[in-house]
C-alpha cells in the first residue's frame, strides 16, 4: 500500500517553462489537495478536488492548473514558471473532508531559476 | 481575518515534558488538528479534537477550548524523535484547515 506518491520529488526549471506534477494515491479517497509550504508560513492550499472530475480553487491559485481526469490522480500545472514558485509541494488526500486526516505525499521540491 | 499564532520554536530536554501553545481566529470552526512534520518529510497526523476538553494518545495529548480559541499539544516522556515541527490546523466554517507556520521542537539529551 503506497499511500500517497508524488512525481517527481525535485525539478529545477527556468522561468517561463512549463511542468506537471503527478499525485497518485491507492487509497479511492475522493477528495485531494495540492499544498505549497515555504519557511515560515503554514501551508497554503493551492487547488483541491471533491471528487473525480471536479476541481476548485484554493487560497493561492494564481499561475497553477489542476485536473482530476481519474479519482486516483490529481496534476497540478505550471503554465509558465516564475521565481516566486520555487517551493515545496504537498499533495494530500482524505476520504472525509470534515473530520478525516489528510495524508500527505512525500512532497516535490521545485525550483524556479 | 484568519490567524493562527504559535511559538516559531522551543527547546527541551529528552524524557520532560512540553507544552505547544496554539490560538487561532477563524470564520467558523468545526474543529483543530495537529500534525507532526520532521524535517524534509511530509506531515502526519497526531490529533483532532472538536469538543472542548482533553484527548490523549499515548504519549501525546491535545487540549481544546472553543470559547479562548486555544489548543494545546503536550507531549510527555520526551524522546529525541520528537525533534520536529508541530502544526497547528483549525477548520473554518467552509471545513478548510488554516495552517499555522508550526513551532519547531528540538529535544536535548
Known amino acids: 500500500n503506497a499511500g500517497v506518491t508524488q512525481t517527481p520529488k525535485f525539478r529545477v526549471l527556468k522561468t517561463g517553462q512549463s511542468m506537471t506534477l503527478l499525485c497518485a494515491q491507492d487509497?479511492?479517497?475522493?477528495?485531494m489537495y495540492w499544498y505549497r509550504q515555504d519557511p515560515g508560513m503554514g501551508l497554503r492550499l493551492i487547488h483541491y478536488s471533491v471528487g473525480e472530475g471536479t476541481t476548485a480553487k484554493g487560497e493561492v491559485p494564481d499561475g497553477y492548473n489542476v485536473s482530476r481526469l481519474k479519482k486516483q490522480n490529481f496534476l497540478l500545472g505550471l503554465e509558465s514558471a516564475a521565481p516566486s514558485q520555487t517551493s515545496v509541494y504537498f499533495c494530500?488526500?482524505?476520504?472525509?473532508?470534515?473530520?478525516?486526516?489528510?495524508?500527505f505525499g512525500e512532497g516535490s521540491r521545485l525550483t524556479v531559476l | 481575518g484568519q490567524n493562527i499564532d504559535q511559538p516559531t520554536e522551543m527547546t527541551a530536554t529528552e524524557g520532560a515534558i512540553v507544552q505547544i501553545n496554539c490560538t487561532y481566529q477563524?470564520?467558523?470552526?468545526?474543529?483543530l488538528f495537529w500534525y507532526q512534520q520532521h524535517a524534509g518529510e511530509a506531515p502526519t497526523f497526531l490529533s483532532y479534537?472538536?469538543l472542548d476538553g482533553l484527548e490523549e494518545k499515548g504519549r501525546f495529548s491535545s487540549f481544546l477550548s472553543r470559547s479562548k480559541g486555544y489548543s494545546y499539544l503536550l507531549l510527555k516522556e520526551l524522546q529525541m524523535k520528537d525533534s520536529a515541527s508541530y502544526l497547528c490546523?483549525?477548520?473554518?466554517?467552509?471545513?478548510?484547515?488554516?495552517w499555522g507556520a508550526g513551532t519547531k521542537l528540538i529535544i536535548k539529551p
Open positions: 494530500a488526500s482524505n476520504e472525509d473532508s470534515d473530520t478525516g486526516e489528510l495524508f
Open positions: 487509497m479511492n479517497h475522493e477528495y
Open positions: 477563524t470564520s467558523g470552526f468545526n474543529g
Open positions: 479534537n472538536v
Open positions: 490546523a483549525p477548520m473554518d466554517s467552509n471545513y478548510q484547515l488554516i
